[in-house]
């Protein structure tokens, strides 16, 4: 987006509130939850990378999982305090389109990441004697490759729709970051087809993963209640568990703010619900995944082993 269909160089995020008593807290508030969020991802991608035991098909996508929440977490959050500690929280025009186009792809590739990893899970659990054949590295590697095209393709088209709007004087966008339906709110050209293309490509990055979890879980379940001991059937679910937890936190937040027209949800009320997916999730992840597993646990004493022993 340039300045030749656009009055609008620059734009002022208003952030999470205009409260003046609550922007010192909530700044502290927010920089615990951005440091544990990128300790939690950032120890998750080294003890996954120095530790072979953990180079397996569950561990390959919890690699790129932790990957995707720290650059997303990255993306949003440090501009974000910026908003609680100084008058005016400014953002370039073509700051703003970049942020939108690497929230878009991270946030679209999360979403396809959590439905291979739903499908990994039925493989495991459902046909244990083929897995490996089922998910060898090949396929992996297909599968997260496909996962980061989606992303691209969907950023593409939200932040090309984005792009082609007209700004013409007003430039506070009421979040804390540079979201769609904000900088909808802000143009002066009309954006019928601009909210029907964010219905159809957010249809699709929510609804496909959705039915695909939906799927996998349907059949595991199935499975898991054929078996007999009460030991295996706990240990199937505790595979699942936590995933469950995040899958429904993560789409059931990003589909109360997408799927519902502004007028149902106002921005301030969407604001609030995207701080689950956006802040909350990718600090979640590490410590509802694999901070609590037993190899993870094994992997950290090794490598800290290793360090002191170094």
């Known amino acids: 987006m340039t300045a030749e269909n656009s009055s609008v160089t620059e734009f002022i995020l208003a952030g999470l509130t205009d409260q003046p008593g609550l922007q010192i807290p909530l700044f502290f508030l927010f920089l615990g939850f951005y440091m544990v969020t990128v300790v939690g991802n950032l120890t998750l991608i080294t003890l996954i990378g120095l530790n072979s035991h953990l180079h ?8 790129n999982l932790s990957l995707i929440d720290f650059c997303y977490s990255t993306t949003i959050t440090p501009k974000m305090l910026k908003s609680f500690v100084s008058k005016q929280n400014i953002i370039l025009h073509a700051g703003c389109v970049t942020q939108l186009f690497f929230f878009c792809f991270l946030v679209i590739s999360e979403s396809f990441l959590l439905s291979a990893m739903a499908y990994d899970r039925y493989v495991a659990i459902c046909k244990p004697l083929v897995y490996t054949v089922t998910m060898s590295p090949q396929v992996c590697l297909r599968l997260v490759l496909g996962v980061y095209v989606m992303g691209f393709s969907g950023a ?15 430039n506070l966008v009421n979040h804390f970051m540079c979201d769609i339906f904000p900088l909808l709110e802000l143009s002066c050209n009309s954006t019928y087809v601009h909210i029907l293309v964010v219905f159809i490509f957010v249809t699709t990055d929510i609804g496909m993963p959705i039915v695909t979890i939906f799927i996998s879980y349907g059949l595991i379940l199935s499975s898991i209640l054929h078996i007999h001991s009460t030991e295996g059937r706990s240990k199937a679910f505790s595979t699942c ?26 921005l301030d009320q969407g604001k609030v619900f995207s ?20 190899d993870v646990k094994v992997a950290l004493r ?7 022993f170094s």
């Open 275 to 294: 701080l689950f997916y956006t802040i909350v999730v990718p600090m979640l992840n590490p410590l509802i995944y694999s901070l609590r597993n037993k």
């Open 56 to 63: 397996t098909p569950m561990y390959f996508f919890l690699f």
């Open 302 to 308: 090794k490598t800290l082993g290793r360090k002191i």
């Open 156 to 170: 593409l088209a939200h932040t090309g729709s984005i792009a082609s709007l007209t700004f013409c004087a007003d």
């Open 241 to 266: 568990g936590s995933h469950i937890i995040v899958v429904s936190l993560f789409f059931g937040s990003g589909a109360f703010v997408y799927l519902k027209p502004p007028s149902i949800l106002p």
